[in-house]
Each structure stands twice: as structure tokens, then as C-alpha cells.
């Protein structure tokens, strides 16, 4: 494989909602350019970015699937397309936005019969917060009831008056056979051998009109944002095929306007059409303007810019990590600046050591090819670093930056997870602390109470897959037990307690005397501890015992055995014996002062709220918000978007556990949700009663009664 210039390298996001049919176009565009020998087909478990066994099994990506493709251009070298194949089903969501942090524009796929759904939106947004420049495609051009001029409608009136055709349908449905490239006003006729290759013809008489007027529409967009194109507009009419390129390709990167393509990934229909987009009006890594980075890896960095060049110093970032049981952990990056040449030694910022990239390689699906270096803005990948993990840059130690990482949500569910034997008990950590670093999303930890281990993700489809993975690749078997929902605890009212600790067991005696005030915090605030110490009371060295104390006694909850947050405990006096006080002495007379307090502040239980989104056809709406109402739910709001309805809630999150089932069957399948954590909020009292008594039962009886 080749070295590609700056200048020569396009890295586009496939993004869109689930079932757009991402994986496949991605497989038709390889095709389509000689990068594969074959057209890889999704429902045959064929597609060279789905090669992993739980996407091929379930036919959708669980993860962001890297591909390339080489183009001839009027430059020597050529243009170099790199692909990020991402999921689009929201339980994998935040992989999709972990990876679009490679990529320097977006391919936003929408389905022809479809239109907008709700994780279009959602990548829109990822796209904006990244600033990608973008275009949409509408995919699956030759299913039944495909219509491109809804689905256009569709997404203009979602995104606004920017986003305008580039290409228009010819034929409908199973006759789709082509499209009109609206920029050089020529068809592209494509056979139906599936080679993705097209004959470019005049355009057909019945489409003329339509095309002369999308095309005038086109010009006039492109002309709008810049004078001189709008100078000779006025003057010839028209734009010629340079000057509308080099106008579209301008407004593109400012985020100025939206192209809209038309495709079908299943017959090959459109893809030279879309890779020569792709090259000719997408920017290149170096057009986006300089990185954005800090001189050190914490907020108390200074803001830094370095050009994405080749001939600046070498940096990279690592946007993913694959754990793989053969090859190791490979790390796939993005080279930011400089070059990177194959056996150099880097040095890992965030963690001060040196990595040696031995056998750097480009990655077609599962498949990598090595390659001698890689120019700033490509993509590549290495395995078996000692050290470095996803959101890591590395680079020349005499020019330290700090790229940002990626922001991903908490998880949104928990399981408790059991080992099924003993030998699987013994792996368990292992395996699962290397799935670990290839999920920005997972968090795997123990309850201190209970002595469980707790898996926690994005949703139930999500932790599903680890659990399949960890059975396939590690050969660990562990069972789920009903989701737990984390609730908190946190008091109402102020207090002011004593915790006394005296003991004499005939030698040196344990004493330690503390008192507290506690008072409420507001919510998502967390635990405060307060030093009000005068007069040396308590003498210095003995005040981290009380507060660790108070903190361990929280920790363990009071009513429930949940954790007590948003209170803060201030110490403002106490007494010590010069002999018999001690550490253990304060640290267990903050405890049980806290739990002195507790009976006082009237205690409460608080739950997870988390924030709902539901699209589901207009049909289904008064279900689904009476659903949402029986729930405890509380819609804000909710739009029509076309035949669709999109509404938004504050559900707690136990009323969502088993949410996805039954949307499923209240609409046929045909709506889809997201949620995530929004904020704690208090229990209703006659549930909260139930939550105890089933908790104190768990615990054995152990929690305290509340005491009001």
C-alpha cells in the first residue's frame, strides 16, 4: 500500500440510524472501486467491516468497522477514501460517537421509505459537536415504497433549508437503476451485474425538466454564500461545472450546505456516483483547519493548535481499541500531524512511557495491510502497545500535546453478573478488563454491600453482546440477573449528632468523641465534609479518620443500604483521650455519629431519572404517551415530523427496564427509543416502601429503620 499526501486523503463517518443499510454501502463502495473481489452482502455475513461473530450472527454493527478504497483523481497519487462503518442502533450508540472524532466529514445515510429517524438526529448532533461538514445519502433507493423526493422532504425539513439534492433517482423502486449527477447534469446508468460501475449517458427526456430545475436550484445555493459565484450567476445564468465544484465544496466545509445523494448498497446502484462525491467535494484532513489540543491532559491545560501537516512534529490520537484473543490489544489512530514512519518510537503523553510501532498497518474490515508510513490526517493501526489505551496521544516527546477524548454518556443499565463456575470466576477479571478497553461504555465493578459484581451499559441488547463475546473469545460463561436499579439516599432536614466510641478491654482503651451537623446539598452534589475544628478538640492528625468514618457509613446507606449523597457533614467538635485515642477510635465515632444523625435528617430514598426519546409513527402516539404516563413518566414534548411522531420524557429508570420488549409490541416493531441518565430525583413514599423492604430482606435485615 501507497503513502497518500494530506491533500489526498478523504475520512468520512457512515452514520445514520439503524438499518439504513450503512455496513452494505460501505461493502458496495469497496466493491465498486477494486479495494474487494466481491460484493460482501450483510444478510450473508459477507460484509468487510461486520466481521465480527456477534454482528455477523445478529446482522447489525456492534462496532465502528474501518475500510478503505483508492480513487483516481486528476492529482498523480489519487485520492485515498478512508470508510468508518458505525452503528446506528442506539444501545451502541456511543461507539459512534468515540469514532466520528477520526473522521473530517460525515455520509449521513436515511432510508428511502423511512426518512428521518431518531439516531439521524441524534449523529447530526455528534456531527455538529465535532464540527464535520456533511452530506446526506438516501439508501435503499430500490426497496418497495422508496421515494426520494419524501425522504428529501423529510430530512429538509429536520435540518433546514441547506440541505439540497445533488443527484436525483432515475427509475423507482426495483426499476432504480441510476441517478443524475446534478453538478455535471449527465446520468449515471448503472447495469445490474452489481458491479457498482456506471456509463455516464445524457440525461433521459422525461427527467430533463425536473433536472434543469434542481440544478438552477443547486447553482443558486451554491452561489448564495459567495459574491463572486453570485456575480456570475447574474451574468451567464448559470455556473460552470469548475466553479459550481470548487462553490460546493467551499459551502460543504463552512457547514453552509448539505448535499443529498441517492444509492442502493444491496445492487450496487450509485457508487461510483457516491465515491466520486466522496473525492471531489469532501475536504481533506488538512481543510478542516489546525487540531484543537492543550498542553497538559487536564482542564488546566493551555488551549494548543498545531496544522494537520506533514511537516510539523508527529502526534496521533487513539480513537479505538480492539481487544483481539489472537493479535492482542490493536490500536487504531488517527495521525494528527507529522509523519509517522513504520518502527518509530513514539512517546504516550497521558502516560509517559515510550511505544514502539512496530508493523503499522491500514485495516480493510478485519484484514491489515502493512505500510511503510502514514502521512498527517491518515488512519492506521498497530497491535500489542504496551500501555496505551483508547483517547491517548502520542507523539515526538519534544512537542507535547493533548487531544481531547471523546465525552461518552454513563450507562444507563446495570446487571448483576454471576460466574457459572468456579474456573469461570477465576477468568472473570481478566476477560472482562480487556473488553474493557475496547468499550468506552462499559463499566464493570463490585458491590461493596452485596458482593456482587455489576456490569453496567448502555442497554440490555449491549450487555447482552459482552456477555456472548466474553462466552466466544475468552471462554467465560456468567449468567444475568435482573437489572438493578442504582437508587441513592439523601436526607431532608439539617441535624446535629454525636458519635461516642469508648472501650477498655484492660490495656490501652479506644476513645474518640465527635460531633456533627449535617445538613441537605442540592441534588448531584455529593458528599461534603466540613473541618470546623477550633481549639483543637480533636487534635489534626485524627479529623481524616472522622471523615473517612462518615464517608464508609454513607457508602453503606442507611435505609436501604444504597449510598447516602447530596449532605454535608461539618465537624465542630468532640473529645480525646491523650492514651487511648486513636485512628480506628475517630473513624468509628464519625460513623456512628452519622448514623445518629440519619435518624434525625429524615432520610429518602432517591432514583434515577433518565431522559426518553421515542419515534414512532404517528399512529401509535396516544399508546405510547399513556404507555409513558403509566410509567411515572413525564412527557415534555413532542413534534410530527412527517407520518412520525418524535416524544420526549423523564422516566425513572426502573419503569424502563424492560421498556425495549414491550415498545416493540405496542408498535410492531416499528418504533425505536433512546434514554440516558438526566438527574436523581425522590422516590413516591409508597414505593420507596417497597424498595426498602425488599432491600432490607436482600440484606438480611441489616439496614437501619428509618426513622422520621
Not at 464517608?551 to 446507606?557: E, H, K, Q
Amino acid at each position: 500500500m501507497k503513502t497518500y499526501s494530506t491533500e489526498s486523503i478523504r475520512n468520512v463517518g457512515i452514520v445514520g440510524h439503524g438499518g439504513t443499510g450503512k455496513t452494505q454501502l460501505v461493502s458496495a463502495l469497496l466493491f465498486a472501486a477494486g479495494a474487494t473481489d466481491r460484493l460482501g452482502k450483510t444478510a450473508d455475513g459477507a460484509a468487510p467491516t461486520d466481521w465480527d461473530e456477534e454482528e455477523i450472527s445478529r446482522k447489525i454493527s456492534v462496532q465502528t468497522g474501518l475500510a478503505h478504497l483508492e480513487w483516481p483523481s486528476p492529482g498523480a497519487e489519487g485520492v485515498k477514501i478512508n470508510l468508518l462503518d458505525t452503528p446506528g442502533y442506539s444501545t451502541f450508540i456511543n461507539e459512534t460517537k468515540a469514532s466520528l472524532i477520526a473522521a473530517d466529514a460525515a455520509l449521513i445515510l436515511v432510508e428511502a421509505v423511512a426518512g428521518v429517524q431518531v439516531v439521524t438526529e441524534k449523529v447530526w448532533d455528534y456531527c455538529a459537536e465535532y464540527g464535520l461538514p456533511r452530506a446526506f445519502l438516501v439508501s435503499w433507493m430500490d426497496r418497495d415504497l422508496a421515494d426520494f423526493g419524501r425522504a428529501l422532504a423529510s430530512i429538509q425539513e429536520i435540518f433546514g433549508r441547506g440541505v439540497v439534492a445533488v443527484h436525483l433517482p432515475i427509475g423507482s423502486e426495483h426499476n432504480f437503476r441510476g441517478v443524475v449527477d446534478l453538478i455535471t447534469m449527465k446520468a449515471h446508468l448503472y447495469e445490474s451485474d452489481g458491479s457498482g460501475r456506471a456509463k455516464i449517458e445524457d440525461i433521459p427526456a422525461d427527467l430533463a425538466d425536473t433536472a434543469r430545475e434542481s440544478h438552477e436550484k443547486l447553482v443558486e445555493m451554491v452561489a448564495e454564500g459567495d459574491d463572486k459565484l453570485m456575480e456570475e450567476f447574474f451574468d451567464k445564468g448559470t455556473l460552470p461545472v469548475e466553479d459550481l465544484l470548487k462553490g460546493l465544496r467551499e459551502a460543504i466545509r463552512s457547514q453552509r450546505l448539505f448535499p443529498v445523494l441517492a444509492a442502493s448498497g444491496l445492487r450496487n446502484i450509485g457508487s461510483q456516483s457516491v465515491i466520486q462525491f466522496l473525492a471531489d467535494a469532501l475536504p481533506n484532513p488538512g481543510e478542516r483547519g489546525p487540531s484543537s489540543g492543550t498542553t497538559a491532559p487536564s482542564r488546566q491545560g493551555e488551549p494548543v493548535s498545531r496544522r494537520v501537516a506533514a511537516d510539523e512534529p508527529v502526534s496521533l490520537f487513539v480513537f479505538k481499541t480492539l481487544a483481539d484473543p489472537f493479535a492482542g490489544r490493536i490500536s487504531y489512530f488517527k495521525v494528527m500531524s507529522g509523519k509517522l514512519e513504520n518502527d518509530a518510537t513514539l512517546v504516550n503523553f497521558n502516560r509517559q512511557v515510550s511505544e514502539r510501532f512496530q508493523h503499522i498497518q491500514v485495516m480493510q474490515g478485519k484484514t491489515g495491510a502493512e505500510v511503510a508510513r502514514l502521512e498527517a490526517g491518515d488512519i492506521g493501526a498497530v497491535a500489542k502497545l504496551k500501555e496505551t489505551l483508547t483517547g491517548e496521544t502520542l507523539g515526538d516527546k519534544n512537542a507535547p500535546i493533548f487531544y481531547p477524548a471523546a465525552r461518552i454518556p454513563e450507562p444507563s443499565i446495570t446487571f448483576a453478573v454471576e460466574a457459572k463456575t468456579r474456573a469461570d470466576e477465576d477468568k472473570i477479571g481478566t476477560a472482562i478488563h480487556k473488553m474493557l478497553e475496547e468499550d468506552l461504555s462499559l463499566r464493570f465493578s463490585r458491590d461493596p454491600q452485596t458482593q456482587e459484581f455489576l456490569l453496567a451499559g448502555s442497554g440490555q441488547q449491549h450487555i447482552e453482546v459482552v456477555v456472548s463475546k466474553l462466552r466466544s473469545r475468552y471462554h467465560v460463561d456468567i449468567t444475568l440477573k435482573p437489572p438493578k436499579v442504582p437508587y441513592r439516599e439523601t436526607i431532608r432536614a439539617k441535624a446535629d449528632a454525636e458519635g461516642k466510641h469508648k472501650k477498655q478491654t484492660g490495656g490501652r482503651g479506644q476513645f474518640g468523641v465527635c460531633r456533627i451537623r449535617m445538613e441537605p446539598l442540592a441534588r448531584g452534589s455529593g458528599f461534603e465534609f466540613v473541618d470546623d475544628i477550633f481549639g483543637g478538640a480533636i487534635p489534626r492528625n485524627y479529623i481524616p479518620a472522622v471523615e473517612k468514618g462518615i464517608r464508609d457509613a454513607a457508602d453503606r446507606g442507611y435505609l436501604a443500604g444504597f449510598p447516602v449523597v447530596d449532605f454535608r457533614a461539618v465537624l465542630y467538635d468532640g473529645k480525646y483521650h491523650d492514651v487511648d485515642s486513636s485512628e480506628l477510635a475517630f473513624k468509628i465515632a464519625g460513623a456512628l455519629a452519622f448514623k445518629e444523625g440519619m435518624k434525625q435528617a429524615r432520610p429518602a430514598l432517591l432514583e434515577p431519572i433518565m431522559n426518553v426519546e421515542i419515534y414512532a409513527p404517528d399512529q401509535y402516539s396516544g399508546d405510547v404517551m399513556g404507555d409513558v404516563s403509566s410509567r411515572r413518566g413525564r412527557i415534555s414534548g413532542s413534534e410530527t415530523r412527517g407520518q412520525n411522531v418524535v416524544i420526549k420524557a423523564q422516566v425513572p429508570l426502573a419503569e424502563m427496564l424492560s421498556y425495549a420488549t414491550d415498545l416493540t409490541s405496542m408498535t410492531q416493531g416499528r418504533a425505536s427509543f433512546s434514554m440516558e441518565f438526566s438527574h436523581y430525583d425522590y422516590v413516591p413514599a409508597e414505593i420507596a416502601e417497597k424498595v426498602i423492604a425488599a432491600a432490607k430482606a436482600a440484606h438480611g435485615g441489616q439496614a437501619a429503620e428509618e426513622e422520621e
